[in-house]
Every structure is written in C-alpha cells, then in structure tokens.
C-alpha cells in the first residue's frame, strides 16, 4: 500500500487564525481526498483534491474555509481559515491508488483550536 | 440522500467471545469495504466484498456482504484485547471513487 504522512500531526491554534495541513505520498496517486472526523464520529468527506483543478466540495463545505491545493500527484495540502473551536477535529488525507474504491489513510493532522 | 448505518453503536465483551457488527445501506452498492481505526489511529482497510452474498475470511474474522448488496457484517470470533477499536463499514458514493462511511461500531473487550 502507499506511504502516506501529514504534517503536523497535531496542532493547538488561536480562534481566527488558519493552519495548513500537507499531504505526502510516495508514489503517484491520482484520487486524493480531505475528510475530517470529529471525536466520536465518522468521517466526513470534504473535497476531492485534483490534479491541475479546483478541488471538488462536498455539501457544507466552502472553498474559502478550507481551501485546498494539489500542485502534483504525490501532494496536497488543506488549509483551515479563519478557525473557531468547531473546527476541532482530526483532519484526514487519503488516497485511491489501486483506483479500486479502496481508501488508504494518512496518520492524521489533530487540530484542537481555543 | 445515501445513507450507510451500523449497529451496534458500541459494544463492550469479555475477551474471547464473539462479536458482529451489521452494515446497511440505503442503496444497492457495487462494493462494500471495512476499515478498522484503534484508538488514536487512522482508518486502516482490512476488505472489500464486491459479489452478492460474498463471504471473505481473514483468521478470526469473517465478513458477509448481503444478497441485495445493501447490507453486510463483520463477525470475530473469539475477540482479544487487539480487537479493540472502531469498526466502519463503507461503499461507493454516486458511482464515483468517493467513499460513504458508516456510523462506526466501536468494540472495547475486557481483558
């Protein structure tokens, strides 16, 4: 399977400031995508990352709050803006490699905002 | 809207009994996948059931997919302490390569 990491792992901010997370892959992956999981609960898909394209966003997601880049097919990042306690989660990175439907996850960004 | 539910929604068991968790979906799907996250981990994929009433074994785990392709279980067989964690089941959304997860099951087991 890929070798995925994200930076940072974990991160305490301030209300109102923003904090971008990366993904790294190490191999060429063309389906990339942003969920966020609250304590608790499931995970919730925010946007495909594409290649050369605007990211695609789910339902309830903006591009202003959480606007994503994806320069090639082995990175991305997501960038949280303008952050209130809500946004207190664990943001994830995944990855379709096979292109079979089948996810394979990065290790997590824990973001606790105050 | 497509929705994937499981139950239970936890469940706590002695170690060495066994333990299901039941997957279903709204829609008929072209796949069904779990994925198990421990504590403080991230969602790993243990499997992918693709035919209708497919039954996959992995050791002390057996995962069913249901003849109507909307329904499936995970079933372990004399639980341990490394079972522990929260099980998800998911499938394909709108024919794309986007996933939806289930609810989640989260299994704790006494030692």
């Known amino acids: 399977s890929a070798v995925i990491s994200q930076k940072p792992s974990r991160d305490i901010c301030q209300r109102g400031t923003s904090l971008t997370i990366q993904c790294q892959v190490d191999s060429q992956v063309t389906m990339m995508f942003w969920y966020r999981q609250q304590p608790g609960q499931s995970l919730t898909l925010i946007a495909t990352?594409?290649?050369?394209?605007?990211?695609?966003?789910e339902s309830g997601f903006v591009i202003d709050k959480f606007p994503i880049s994806r320069p090639n097919l082995t990175f991305s990042t997501l960038t949280v803006s303008n952050m209130s306690p809500e946004d207190s989660s664990i943001y994830l990175c995944s990855v379709d490699y096979r292109l079979q439907e089948t996810q394979y996850f990065g290790p997590g960004t824990r973001l606790l905002v105050l | 809207g497509q929705q994937v539910m499981q139950i239970p929604q936890y469940q706590h068991v002695q170690e060495g009994e066994d333990f299901t968790t039941y997957c279903n979906s709204s829609?008929?799907?072209?796949?069904i996948q779990w994925y198990k996250q421990r504590p403080g981990g991230h969602p790993v994929f243990l499997i992918q059931l693709v035919k209708s009433g497919e039954v996959k074994k992995q050791k002390r785990l057996t995962f069913q997919f249901g003849e109507a392709k909307k329904n499936s279980s995970l079933h372990i067989t004399a639980t341990q302490t490394t079972d522990v964690g929260t099980y998800f089941c998911?499938?394909?959304?709108?024919?794309?390569?986007?996933?939806?997860f289930g609810s989640g099951t989260r299994l704790l087991v006494r030692p």
């Open positions: 998911a499938g394909p959304r709108d024919s794309s390569y986007k996933l939806i």
């Open positions: 829609t008929t799907l072209s796949n």
């Open positions: 990352a594409n290649q050369g394209s605007e990211a695609t966003y």
